[in-house]
């Protein structure tokens, strides 16, 4: 249609869930699926937190709240930063928004402008760039390798900026990679941010989910300086595993802050009363669920790590966070889209491509499901592999 407007379509549909959705409707002909592609933890919400949620209903907190969230959940996060991520943020410098990915569109939103470029490493979260497009900005992809662990160097930075650029978007832990940036990688980062005062957006979505002696930093914590320019984004789908909650936040110095809450009071109003009682009772409540599930996925990483390292004509970087591993296919001589069809239709394994991702010779599998699946899953990937 010609009304359509030609900033929309710019932007692609989502590759993550069109597998995901061509997987649901195989197993709902009865097939069996082993389903390696999942964005979401398996494990149920936390009880407690159901608990307060259903509680909240019941107890008639079904109206608008304030616009950036109630002042409960505001002052918890505000506890929260401090305690986990040495970030002081006032209350009033936090805006809750429906999920994550609504806090990372509000972000850019309130920074980009019409041709404004956005530095974006690839590979990246599969809605970074059309957000991007979709707030008539440019995205400026920065390719990583696996010889680098998948992570941006400040010489590729540098050599990407130009005059128009206004953003750059760090995701630490990262998805589809795993990748989880140090402070000193991000220090020097930050200094080029700070050279062109481009504003940081960090999506710290996966941060509870670090392995082993690996460390989450918040770049906004290494100094007054980066805390200036960075927008902190965070949410509690991950590490509370709270996905249809629909619960993010943003963390922001007080313009950014206040321009973030004026595109909220125009959109979505607030975002839903009653399920902010039960992200107040995941932040304030018993923590042991984050670290069972912590350690549970650690399992099946390692797991994972050591199959995918017997499976001939593929690489795989170990992953230091998130639930996903980024696999090296391009020796099989497919193009990932293609690759991910005859996987799912004639091996019955649901994988991601690396296209959606910004990397069309690896595909993304995750480990957000049972040892059985995975261990299954792996071997039908390996008959693939060998036949190809």
């Not at 249609?1 to 030609?6: F, R």
């Not at 400040?154 to 990407?160: D, L, V």
Request: hydrophobic share 40%; net charge negative; aromatic share 8%.
């Amino acid at each position: 249609m010609e009304s359509i407007s030609s900033r929309i379509n710019k932007v692609s549909p989502s590759l993550t869930l069109a597998i995901t959705n061509q997987a649901k409707a195989m197993k709902a002909r009865g097939e069996e699926v082993y389903g390696l592609a999942g964005g979401e933890p398996d494990m149920d919400t936390p009880e407690h937190v159901k608990q307060a949620g259903a509680a909240a209903l019941m107890a008639g907190f079904t109206k608008y709240t304030a616009a950036s969230g109630i002042p409960e959940l505001r002052d918890a996060l505000s506890a929260k930063l401090k305690a986990d991520n040495n970030l002081s943020y006032d209350a009033k410098d936090i805006c809750v928004t429906g999920g994550a990915k609504m806090a990372c569109y509000m972000a850019i939103l309130s920074v980009v402008e019409e041709g404004d470029e956005v530095i974006i490493p690839a590979p990246y979260w599969v809605s970074y760039p059309d957000m991007v497009l979709m707030a008539g900005g440019v995205p400026v992809v920065v390719e990583t390798t696996e010889a680098n662990g998948w992570k941006m160097t400040p010489e590729q930075f540098e050599e990407a900026m130009t005059p128009r650029t206004k953003m750059v978007i760090i995701n630490s832990p990262g998805n589809p990679t795993g990748t989880v940036y140090t402070a000193e990688e991000l220090e020097a980062l930050g200094e080029i941010a700070l050279s062109e005062d481009i504003v940081i957006l960090s999506d710290e979505i996966y941060e509870k989910l670090v392995y082993g002696e690996t460390k989450h930093t918040s770049i906004a914590s290494l100094s007054q300086e980066l805390y200036d320019i960075t927008i902190t984004v965070n949410g509690f789908s991950k590490g509370y595993s709270m996905t249809g909650w629909r619960l993010g936040y943003t963390a922001a110095p007080r313009p950014l802050a206040e321009a973030i809450e004026k595109i909220q009071n125009h959109t979505v109003s607030n975002a839903c009363s009653f399920a902010q009682y039960g992200a107040l009772a995941a932040l304030t409540g018993d923590q042991s669920f984050v670290n069972d599930m912590v350690e549970e996925y650690d399992v099946r990483r390692q797991f994972m790590l050591g199959r995918l390292r017997q499976i001939p004509n593929i690489r795989v970087v170990e992953p230091q966070g998130a639930f996903y591993f980024f696999v090296y296919t391009g020796k099989l001589g497919l193009k990932s889209m293609n690759l991910c069809d005859k996987l799912l239709s004639r091996y019955k394994v649901a994988a991601i491509p690396g296209i959606a991702f910004g990397n069309d010779d690896c595909i993304r599998l995750s480990y957000c499901t049972s040892l059985d699946v995975l261990a299954e899953g792996l071997d039908r990937f390996e008959a693939f592999c060998r036949e190809h």
